[in-house]
């Protein structure tokens, strides 16, 4: 799939069909991950990959009801949990480099957008899922302190896509030379 088509043709996708997605592909995915760029190369995302119903059903208890994505955290066959190692990406010799502090946000960012990317050339659908209560999903995950759950997408093949979400026009967000903003 040629790039831009991927980057046009992705869509968030909240309604899955149960078939399992072959361990190749998922191995695909996951390597779209590995070779996401991140702060110096510190590669501070890690993933915890979902398959057992039983552990799918609890993470799904840390989604508020109101989340769009709550019936495809149980629904999808997999769902994958990025997170991030607190403390190195952003850092030099233990000392944040930027008062931006740690940049795993960003890093997992980039990570999950290849997730999405990659996936989507593969069939698969995703949907970046953040609001969720992340202390709870730590505990339940047994995710350690030294590590932040950031976020989480069902994988799995679409039953249907929505339509593309209203983005803004080149002209309302870039400026040159200055920023020209509101
Ligand atoms: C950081 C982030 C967090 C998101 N969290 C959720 C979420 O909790 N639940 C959900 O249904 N969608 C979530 N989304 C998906 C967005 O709603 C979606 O990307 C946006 O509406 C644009 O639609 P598109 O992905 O089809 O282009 C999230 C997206 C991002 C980037």
Redesign the pocket.
Known sequence: MDLMDAIKG?????KYKPDPVPEETLQIVLEAVRLAPSWANTQCCEVIVLKDSKVKSRLATA?PNT????S?VTEAPIVLVLCGIKGISGFYKGQPRTEKGDWLMFDI?LA?QNL?LAAHGLGLGT??????NHQKAAEILGVPQNIEVV?MTPLGYPIS??G??K?KEISEFVFYEKYSGK
Do not use: E, K, Q, T
Not at 67 to 70: E, G, K, Q, R
Not at 127 to 132: A, L, Y
């Open positions: 992705r869509r968030s996708i909240r989604l989340n769009p994505a709550l495809s960012g999950m999405c949907v970046v899922v953040g609001n969720f976020a896509a929505g593309a979400p983005r």
